[in-house]
């Protein structure tokens, strides 16, 4: 089999790391792919974005199943068009990806369904945003309706940042249009979880749970940004709270989605807050996370070809999914300034070092300059490491963090803590 990865960040190297390992598999390609998956994938040329130009290049190489891995192309309608060349693609289609592109068609399937979350408003006009502001109690929690790269959520613990949150993503345009309508929710407290779920519009098989580690700093402060880290599995995720997790909220999910005429096929990311009254969903993404992955698909012991085959074929109750008992940790290496202005083009050293001690690199914001790999994004390499319990994977992600330089280079010290 010919298999075409789209995307070109640490989720992508890692579905393309896990893919090359397929016996199925022949070749690999990746657009527009990194330097660091250049042994394992062809590098495309071609931008996520350019849909049109993607599947010319999917009917051109005979490419027998195309993965997509970022949010941007599923919610512009990839599948949609994929499918209708008659070309094999994993992921769900236009329709369904909005569980993702916006918050509101979301907040509302679950509050139709009955499937726990927080109590929300959606807002249209910035001054009903901020009268109802001073009408509830703080904090509260501020989101983008539309893709905003995981940036899009701000929690406001007084009416000034609320406020301020509000006139940003509406007024000023932060995230452009997907700020045109704004949902305001109840801030939820406990443990976050992720759990990632395969689904071929009927069923959903729930993988190993994660938690990202969304703020900048350690200790959990500064702003979000796209992940700083992972860890799998979620420390206070138990047995029970997972059964209660697949049947209360995923499966219901994707039942609810088949009923709206619109069946869920792909990857279902569910976000959880635990709290006292039990598990409520804060997002749903149409997608695997990102670093989320670099964490659970190393622990897949099954093909992930056979898996997504199977899904596209509609009997994934079929697979047998397998999972390995090691835990796994990613400590997400940054650009200086990351999520805020960042400088690239700075060398890299000591990835090879790296990848002697047991870790494995995965490249996120990378790119070639003068034969040297030198950064090129906000989030520059995710490094990942399994180990008999979370402490070990830990120390051994941080021993291969230590061998890495560049300049500006930041990450937390806390991921999994």
Known sequence: MK????????????LVWKIAQSPKVSEVYCAPGNPGMKNLAKIVNISVD???????????????LTVVGPEAPLVSGIVDEFEKRGLKIFGPSKAAAQIEGSKVFSKNLMKKYNIPTAKYQVFEKPQDAIDYIHSVNMPQVIKAEGLAAGKGVVIAQDRDTAEAAVKSIMIDKTFGNSGNRIVIEEYLQGPEVTVLAFCDGKVAVPMVSSRDHKRVCDGDKGPNTGGMGAVSPAPAYSVELD????????QKTVDAMAKE?????????TGLMLTQEGPKV????????DPEAQVVIPRLKTDLVDIMLAILNGNLADVQIEWRQEAAVCVVMASGGYPGHYETGKVITGLEDAEKTGAIVFHAGTT????????????????????KDVQTARQKAYEAVSKIHFDGMHYRKDISK
């Open 261 to 269: 005429g619109m069946p869920f096929k792909g990857v279902l990311y």
């Open 282 to 289: 804060l997002e749903y993404n149409c997608r695997f996370g």
């Open 50 to 64: 350019d849909i049109n130009v993607l599947a010319d290049f999917a009917e051109k190489n005979k490419i027998d």
């Open 3 to 14: 298999v075409l990865v789209i995307g070109g960040g640490g989720r992508e190297h890692t």
């Open 243 to 250: 059964q209660v997790v697949k049947e209360s909220i995923i």
């Open 368 to 387: 070639v300059k003068n034969n040297k790999i030198v950064t090129a994004g906000g989030r520059v390499l995710g490094i990942t490491a399994l180990g």
